[in-house]
């Protein structure tokens, strides 16, 4: 079975600290991705990566900076968090398609909560 | 206006019911459709997918494209309580974008369906 883990379940933290999520994937899987996920917004995707230290920017990756240094972890960091980052982050991890599409593993997520 | 709307819901339905879950999208380039599944607490996982317009059925799950009408679909019989979870469409593009190998998903909000024994 395809295994996503992310570091913390829940997370507390307050205004303007640096925050680190972790993502490790254990399927050798090229692509990797951050989202949040509002109510009323769905699923948003912040940055994603299609290989080793490659990063693309997503939809809103304003305050958000990622990191990929092997190719099983990917890491999400807030530089100085806000409130408006209080959200639920979800990892993905992918292969590349040999066709045109290939299914996103999606982590348990880490509900981060900024005070 | 939303690439993806979806209705939130909650939709409550009796053990035993039909569902039907719907999107709708603006975007008439998009090729691949998706259902994921979202339990309380867990990150979403794939339930079905579906190439361009047509059916697809998979056990007690039935997935619909409409490109005409730009509406998807998932039908679900005879509804049990274990089927109670956030139902999220998705779609991406046939091109691959950038030479990466990456195909960016559009999701919609998720409609919560609870199903009562």
């Known amino acids: 079975d395809v295994k996503v883990t992310q570091s913390s379940r829940y997370l507390v933290k307050r205004t303007g600290e640096k925050v680190f999520l972790e993502c490790v994937q254990d399927?050798?899987?090229?692509?990797m991705f951050w989202y949040r996920q509002d109510p009323g917004l769905g699923l948003r995707l912040i940055y994603f990566s299609y290989d080793v230290k490659m990063k693309e920017k997503g939809d809103i990756p304003e305050g958000y900076s990622v990191s990929r240094e092997k190719k099983e972890r990917f890491s999400l960091i807030l530089e100085s968090a806000s409130t408006n980052q209080t959200s639920m982050y979800l990892c993905?991890?992918?292969?590349?398609?040999?066709?045109?599409?290939?299914?996103?593993?999606f982590g348990p997520g880490t509900r981060l909560t900024v005070l | 206006q939303k690439e993806v709307e979806q209705d939130p819901g909650p939709l409550s339905v009796p053990e035993g019911a039909i569902v039907s879950l719907n999107c709708t999208y603006s975007n008439s380039a998009f090729q691949y459709f998706m259902w994921y599944r979202q339990y309380s607490r867990k990150g979403p996982e794939l339930l079905m997918y579906?190439?361009?317009?047509g059916n697809k059925e998979d056990g007690r799950f039935t997935a619909q494209v409409d490109k005409s009408s730009k509406y998807i679909s998932l039908f679900i019989r005879d509804s049990q309580p274990s089927d109670s979870a956030t139902y999220l469409c998705?779609?991406?593009?046939?091109?691959?974008?950038?030479?990466?190998?990456?195909?960016?998903?559009?999701f919609g909000t998720g409609t919560r369906l609870l199903v009562s024994p």
């Open positions: 998705a779609m991406s593009l046939s091109d691959l974008e950038g030479g990466t190998g990456f195909q960016k998903l559009v």
């Open positions: 579906t190439y361009s317009s």
């Open positions: 993905a991890s992918s292969f590349p398609p040999t066709t045109n599409y290939n299914e996103q593993f």
């Open positions: 399927m050798d899987h090229e692509n």
